[in-house]
């Protein structure tokens, strides 16, 4: 009868860590998905960052161009 009664609680424990691994297997895909979307916001705003400051930096240089030009005269 003991013996019984541990393999039962084995049964239930090896359930138990089926589910376990089951459930820690389905947090891990997730968190792959959002790593997954979080790489590809932050290429995004790398991206973005990049071309304004492509089309900023000429700015302020036409601006320090044309300020330098005031002050010569």
Same mark, same amino acid.
């Given at each position: 009868?003991?013996?019984? =009664?541990? !393999?039962? %609680?084995?049964? &239930? @424990? +090896?359930?138990?860590?089926?589910? *376990?691994?089951?459930?820690?297997? =389905?947090? !891990?895909? %997730?968190?792959? &998905? @959002? +790593?997954?979307?979080?790489?590809? *916001? ?19 240089? *036409? ?11």
């Amino acid at each position: 009868m003991a013996a019984e =009664s541990l !393999e039962a %609680r084995m049964a &239930r @424990l +090896e359930g138990a860590y089926e589910q *376990l691994d089951k459930r820690l297997g =389905s947090i !891990e895909e %997730r968190l792959g &998905r @959002l +790593e997954a979307k979080v790489d590809a *916001l932050a290429a995004e705003i790398h991206r973005q960052f990049y071309w304004t400051l492509g089309f900023i930096a000429p700015l302020y240089a *036409l601006i320090a161009g044309l300020i330098l030009q005031q002050l010569r005269r």
